[in-house]
């Protein structure tokens, strides 16, 4: 997710964005004052006249696209490539004591600059008034219409939910507006663009296991397409690492709207990073010199920081890793998060239907049938691949990745050795590890069976029997050999 505060206006809106280019339209009048008598090419200055002011609000391209800004309206081809934004509040105020109709008006007209939103010929402020507001369309156009001859302060506001992050700095624009031609332009077009910017948190997880696994962060920061008369002055990222992280390394690249790598030069920025296994922020601060070396080499490209991590602990099993981004005035905040879970297993003998916990049952988990039939590549959590039940019968693994996004992830448990005298279950347990606490974790419960006991002579029943038999047969025996004895001593 990734949200926006606007530096003037205090506002989060979901995108990124960032510096803003302005083609001044009404500089062409200021720095050129008019006669206001007749000219050539032109009629006279008509002062019972109205004019209009008309905003076409854009976002800035990747590059310049070369349009005229004389005031004039630009047609639809002229304006294909461009995209227009809806929503973008203007306001436009007449300039008091400047009279257009006579050549003093325009005299000081051409001293007029904005400062701090006020307007000033460097000793004076004057002040405003008749203010009117509105908003951009569906086609990125507002339109002042029935406007006095005068100077006008322009100034955009709230951006509606548009990823503007730096508003358009407050320009001046005059009704009528000098042509070049010895002509005057009642209806005034004025083409404001805003550069765009942003930021997206990634987080590469899918090959962790347990506590211990490391995972990376990527954040992709562009840089935006900075126009005409605009500059970068901040480009920072700042990563806060979750306290259930451990730093582990970053690395930092540029590339160009295309793509390719951008090399920049010794000093270009500044990594400040925690201790290794350590949480905290880490800040990646482009320099004054970086700066220029992004705007000269990377507009419309992007910054990329690669994060490497430990996870440490679950808490609540979602683990959120955040990144700002600070361009010029603009803030833009980006997340994403990893999934963990746990397991218990409860290992028990029964005995008259009561369930009585084993204690020393060693167990493993494995990440596929496969390993877990075989005995190969055991899970390590924080180092540990064999987890043994306490004298309660219980123990829990109290770190396993929970999958990507959160959709879970299947485990194979398997006894791989039983308590003395019983007898282990070696068949793996399929168990699916879930987001959330230990104290949310599944229980898989193992049943042991004693080892069998060899087989004991009985008093009575079969094994009686048995030995009557036995002795009977040896009565017979005894007798039967009496008898032969006997006769032989007859006939002797």
């Keep these: 997710m990734t949200t926006i505060t606007n530096g003037g206006w205090g506002r989060r809106v979901v995108a990124a964005v960032g510096a803003v280019t302005i083609a001044m339209i009404g500089a062409v009048a200021l720095a050129a004052p008019a006669s206001a008598t007749e000219t050539p090419n032109g009629p006279n200055i008509d002062p019972k006249a109205k004019g209009s002011v008309t905003i076409h609000k854009y976002a800035e391209p990747d590059q310049a696209t070369g349009l005229p800004h004389d005031g004039t309206k630009l047609t639809e081809e002229q304006l294909k490539n461009l995209t227009p934004l809806q929503g973008v509040t203007f306001s436009i105020a007449q300039v008091d004591g400047i009279d257009l109709t006579t050549n003093a008006g325009w005299t000081t007209a051409a001293t007029l600059t904005v400062k701090d939103g006020k307007v000033t010929d460097g000793t004076t402020t004057f002040a405003t008034s008749n203010t009117k507001s509105g908003a951009t369309g569906l086609d990125g156009v507002v339109d002042f219409s029935q406007l006095p001859l005068g100077v006008y302060l322009v100034t955009e506001g709230d951006p509606g939910t548009n990823p503007i992050a730096i508003s358009t700095p407050p320009f001046l624009v005059t009704v009528p507006l000098a042509t070049q031609k010895n002509t005057w332009l009642y209806d005034v077009n004025v083409y404001p663009k805003n550069s765009l910017t942003g930021v997206t948190k990634t987080v590469d997880d899918a090959k962790a296991t347990g506590l211990g696994s490391e995972i990376s962060w990527t954040v992709a920061a562009q840089i935006p397409n900075v126009g005409e008369g605009r500059s970068l002055n901040r480009f920072e990222i700042v990563d806060t690492l979750d306290a259930r992280l451990g730093y582990a390394g970053a690395s930092v690249a540029v590339t160009d709207r295309t793509g390719a790598p951008v090399t920049l030069s010794d000093g270009s920025f500044t990594v400040t990073a925690p201790a290794t296994g350590a949480a905290g922020d880490l800040k990646v601060v482009f320099t004054e010199k970086g700066l220029a070396e992004l705007q000269a080499k990377a507009l419309g490209g992007t910054v990329t920081a690669t994060v490497k991590t430990t996870v440490k602990e679950i808490g609540d099993g979602?683990?959120?890793?955040?990144?700002?981004?600070?361009?010029?005035?603009?803030?833009?905040?980006?997340?994403?998060?990893?999934?963990?879970?746990?397991?218990?297993?409860?290992?028990?003998?029964?005995?008259?239907?009561?369930?009585?916990?084993?204690?020393?049952?060693?167990?493993?988990?494995?990440?596929?049938?496969?390993?877990?039939?075989?005995?190969?590549?055991?899970?390590?959590?924080?180092?540990?691949?064999?987890?043994?039940?306490?004298?309660?019968?219980?123990?829990t693994v109290d770190g396993l990745f929970a999958g990507v996004k959160g959709t879970g992830k299947d485990y194979w448990v398997v006894e791989t050795k039983a308590p003395v005298g019983y007898t282990a279950d070696l068949t793996p347990i399929k168990v699916t590890v879930k987001p959330g606490s230990i104290a949310d974790a599944q229980i898989v419960k193992v049943l042991n069976t004693q080892v069998p006991p060899p087989i004991l002579p009985l008093t009575g029943g079969d094994g009686a029997v048995v030995f009557g038999i036995a002795g009977v047969a040896l009565v017979l025996i005894a007798a039967g050999a009496a008898v032969v004895i006997a006769r032989r001593r007859v006939r002797v």
């Design 318 to 395: 979602s683990i959120e890793n955040t990144v700002t981004l600070y361009v010029n005035d603009a803030t833009v905040v980006s997340e994403d998060v990893t999934s963990w879970g746990a397991l218990k297993v409860f290992k028990y003998a029964k005995s008259d239907r009561v369930e009585t916990g084993l204690k020393d049952a060693e167990f493993q988990v494995f990440t596929s049938e496969a390993d877990a039939t075989a005995r190969t590549s055991p899970v390590s959590v924080d180092g540990k691949t064999t987890f043994v039940s306490d004298a309660s019968g219980n123990l």
